[in-house]
T-cell receptor, first 116, second 111 residues
Framework: GAVVSQHPSRVICKSGTSVKIECRSL??????MFWYRQFPKKSLMLMATSNEGSKATYEQGVEKDKFLINHASLTLSTLTVTSAHPEDSSFYIC????????????FGQGTRLTVV | GDSVTQMEGPVTLSEEACLTI???????????LFWYVQYPGEGLQLLLK?????DKGSNKGFEATYRKETTSFHLEKGSVQVSDSAVYFCALEVNNNDMRFGAGTRLTVKP
């Protein structure tokens, strides 16, 4: 199957700083990428959907100014957690669909963010 | 809204035991149903899927049948192996851009 690489896999940052998480499709062009967040013992929650070259669509309750999403190319989307706080500590995972008609979504390995 | 509820873990089994992980869904439309598996340190991988009622998805000895009457998509395997240890996610998709996931069930298989 296709490969989606997410980086970093783990990050610890200080409260008030910003953290950038990258999601790359390595062997296909991802016209649409999705960002999810998982709380302990909870479902993966869709945060936003991004299409290459356009603004991301955020789910209700997700602060767009706090979680900045950029999908500047067909192989890269970034999620920046701005002014991070301990409550932002979570597991973030991206997925991507290609433009070649395959309907399957391919997932990155996730990023464990800890804000101290 | 659309949602998925799956059996809470963790689940610990001995090798060659039978596995069932329950998954039920709520959807207003006609969803496709999926099971994803996440091995340690890796991303979610599609394990199997079913796109309409009575379809059976199968892969690597795992099976799940789309039951519309009970709104269920339980994951089963007759004989688990140590290498099956992972976290399993049930998911539904009503359109190509909206997937809903269960909370995940961690499976540990002991030799």
């Amino acid at each position: 199957g296709a490969v989606v690489s997410q980086h970093p896999s783990r990050v610890i940052c200080k409260s008030g700083t910003s953290v950038k998480i990258e999601c790359r499709s390595l062997d296909f062009q991802a016209t649409t990428m999705f960002w999810y967040r998982q709380f302990p013992k909870k479902s993966l929650m869709l945060m936003a959907t991004s299409n290459e070259g356009s603004k991301a669509t955020y789910e209700q309750g997700v602060e767009k100014d706090k979680f900045l999403i950029n999908h500047a190319s067909l192989t890269l989307s970034t999620l920046t957690v701005t002014s991070a706080h301990p409550e932002d500590s979570s597991f973030y995972i991206c997925s991507a669909r290609d433009g070649g008609g395959r309907t399957e979504a391919f997932f990155g390995q996730g990023t464990r963010l800890t804000v101290v | 809204g659309d949602s998925v509820t799956q059996m809470e873990g963790p689940v610990t089994l001995s090798e060659e035991a039978c596995l069932t992980i329950n998954c039920t869904y709520t959807a207003t439309g006609y969803p496709s149903l999926f099971w994803y598996v996440q091995y340690p340190g890796e991303g979610l991988q599609l394990l199997l899927k079913a796109t309409k009622a009575d379809d059976k998805g199968s892969n690597k000895g795992f099976e799940a049948t789309y039951r519309k009457e009970t709104t269920s998509f339980h994951l089963e395997k007759g004989s688990v192996q140590v290498s099956d240890s992972a976290v399993y996610f049930c998911a539904l998709e009503v359109n190509n851009n909206d997937m809903r996931f269960g909370a995940g069930t961690r499976l540990t298989v002991k030799p």
